[in-house]
């Protein structure tokens, strides 16, 4: 039996926390986790601050070289628990088999609980559980249907943030992703890329036409 996994993924989470408690820091490039001189990274930064090149895991001096005038906070960890726990809550009515990752992001593997929603409507119900987590929390999510993990998140990128996207067969995922640099495929690290680049190895698509 095909799977059907649906992915959401909260979009840049731990900052729009802390807009929607404070919507004052709204349209301003807005970092979440340490401060710029400490010994820290970012965990994670608002869309305002992405377009200066900023993203999750970068120190945060290195953000504020970036970014002087961004607005650096902590993470509100209550704040964040207490909304994670009404999001986990929502979903886990949908399934008994959910892998949570981190804060921010779940598989739900709806392969055997999908026709108890919406008449078998996947695609409505994917829908309808976005529309349930911002009711709740005041926070977007995307969210992709697949037949993997790896499709389902896939497709829960194509189109954020508060985006939708089905990749339902493998033909659909290798058409999206074939252009793509390697490392977008599972496994391929800085170590791994740097040597396929080597071989000219550039995207899956140069990857295809090897042995």
């Keep these: 039996m095909t799977k059907t996994i649906l992915c ?8 729009s926390i802390a807009i929607r408690d404070n919507p004052s ?3 301003k490039p807005l970092i979440i986790g340490s401060m710029p001189n400490e010994r820290g990274v970012v965990c994670t930064a608002s869309y305002e601050a992405r377009k200066y090149g900023i ?3 970068m120190s945060s001096y290195e953000a504020y070289l970036k970014c002087p005038n961004a607005i650096f906070l902590y993470p509100d960890t209550k704040s964040i628990t207490e ?15 959910i892998e949570f990752i981190a804060f921010d992001e779940a598989y739900i593997d ?9 008449n ?11 529309e349930k987590i ?13 037949y993997s993990k790896y499709s389902a998140k896939m497709a829960s990128e194509e189109n954020k943030p508060n985006g939708f996207g089905k990749i339902l067969t493998p033909k659909e995922l290798l058409s999206l992703i074939s252009n793509k640099p390697v490392s977008i495929l599972h496994g391929v ?12 190895i550039y995207t899956v698509h140069d990857l295809q036409q090897k042995s």
Excluded: P, R, W
Excluded at 9 to 15: K, S
Excluded at 134 to 146: D, H
Excluded at 190 to 198: A, I, T
């Design 189 to 200: 690290g800085k170590k791994l890329e740097k040597s396929l680049n080597s071989k000219q």
């Design 8 to 15: 959401y993924d909260m979009d840049m989470y731990f900052a």
């Design 134 to 146: 911002f009711k709740a929390t005041k926070c977007t999510c995307s969210i992709g249907i697949g």
């Design 83 to 97: 909304t994670t726990n009404i999001i986990k809550n929502i979903v886990l009515n949908y399934s008994d088999i």
């Design 120 to 130: 078998g409507d996947i695609t409505k119900t994917a829908i309808l559980l976005k």
């Design 110 to 118: 709806m392969s055997h609980t999908k026709q108890l929603f919406n």
């Design 25 to 27: 820091l709204k349209n």
């Design 55 to 57: 993203h999750a895991g």
